[in-house]
DNA sequence: GAACCGTGGCT
DNA sequence: TAGCCAAGGTT
């Protein structure tokens, strides 16, 4: 990391000229920063574009996220996925307030101590933020680097990890990491992309030892993955009227695990050998601790989670005997239907939400 | 080390 | 359809 390497004044020189225009870009604002990291975890750019605006907008400084309701938090992060990344970021704005005064950390011990910031994230803001040579090493760098140098290793093997790192501490310019980084990103992104990479058009063709070698469609070397199962649902909309309007059910998902934090309609995973209207009789009693008698049916929605795939029914319902109490839930609540759009929900509880709505009485 | 944690787009 | 993947982190 001393004098400046070819291969990264190739880099740094294609970057110069192509680097992607991008909102978090326009500012070196360490808060702006942080969040454009969190929300580009496993996450698209496009996707995260919007998501960016809406939140700098609704929670623009590091304080107003501090003294914001997590619920607003939530509701805010809604679609984005990975609802952790939410909840660690509010806690995690507390914490700096807290114990650093307010200011964003700028030291790498003290923002790996922080939730949600891991090495990969804490070496983007530090370059990025505060231009300290830090090189990170992200999905899209592996990928580049296992390319560039043809690396065997099985990809995020300790031999990999080590490999890399390696590489890329002698690749480092000394006070441009972030461009370098950015650069590898931006190259991983757009050219070398995890199919059929772009060789044509790639700054690095002449120094990589995959396109010399033809290797580019085995590295980095992955594992297959093992086949995610398919798992029948159910869900209950209980209803009551109030005033003189309807309200239903919502139940508030505990912090941790699956979604957490976020609002959702009762319901759980069909068993062996049990119909539909049993599974979803069985659940609301283990759940709410009420008798109910299943209704309509509201829709049929698929959805796919990382681990698992779902075909969820959802059922009015009504309650034969008992008052419904949160025996699973950290809270329960009624809501009428146009109030349902303010609580955070996952997708398909969204989808019952706005099926809801719709349907006709 | 491996499982878990969302969603949308593309093949 | 089902699988794959995307600026990872936590347990």
């Known amino acids: 990391m001393s ?5 990264s004044r190739r880099l740094l020189d294609w970057y110069a000229r192509h680097a992607r225009s991008l909102p978090w870009r326009e500012t070196r604002d360490p808060y702006a920063t942080w969040v454009a990291e ?11 574009i919007p998501y960016y605006h809406r939140w700098m907008t609704r929670f623009p400084t590091l304080h107003t996220l501090a003294e914001s309701s ?13 609802y952790s990344r939410a909840r660690s970021m509010h806690r995690a704005a507390g914490l700096i307030i807290r114990d650093h005064g307010g200011t964003f950390p700028s030291d790498l011990h003290t923002l790996l101590s922080l939730p949600g910031i891991g090495s990969s994230s804490a070496a983007d803001i ?8 830090m090189a990170a090493l992200d999905g899209n760098i592996k990928r580049v680097i296992a390319r560039l140098y043809d690396l065997p290793d099985e990809l995020d093997t300790p031999a990999f990890l080590r490999r890399c790192r390696s590489l890329l501490d002698e690749l480092l310019p000394s006070g441009r990491a972030g461009d ?10 757009g050219i070398c992309l ?10 690095l063709s002449e120094n990589c030892l995959a396109r010399e070698r033809q290797s580019q469609a085995t590295r980095p070397v992955t594992r297959p993955r093992a086949a995610i199962p398919h798992v029948q649902v159910t869900a209950g909309v209980l209803l009551q009227s109030y005033n003189h309007s309807q309200q239903v059910l919502i139940a508030r998902r505990p912090q941790s695990g699956l979604l957490g934090g976020m609002w959702e309609f009762p319901g759980g995973k069909q068993e062996a050998g049990e119909s539909l209207d049993a599974s979803l009789i069985r659940e609301l009693h283990e759940e709410l601790g009420v008798s109910v008698e299943v209704g309509r049916k509201v829709g049929v929605f698929k959805h796919a989670y990382t681990h698992f795939r779902v075909t969820l029914h959802a059922y009015l319902c009504h309650i034969l005997s008992g008052e419904p109490s949160a025996l699973a839930a950290d809270e329960i609540r009624w809501v009428t239907l146009p109030d349902l759009s303010g609580y955070p929900m996952g997708k398909l509880d969204r989808m019952i939400s706005e099926a809801l709505v719709k349907l006709p009485d």
């Open 3 to 7: 004098e400046l390497h070819p291969l």
């Open 180 to 189: 370098f980084n950015q650069s590898l990103m931006d190259l991983g992104a």
């Open 70 to 82: 997590l619920q607003d938090v939530l509701a805010c992060w809604e679609g984005l996925g990975y």
């Open 194 to 203: 995890p199919g059929v990479p772009l060789c044509d058009t790639c700054p």
């Open 126 to 133: 530090l370059s990025i933020a505060f231009g300290q040579d």
């Open 38 to 48: 969190i929300m580009l975890q496993q996450t698209r750019v496009d996707t995260v």
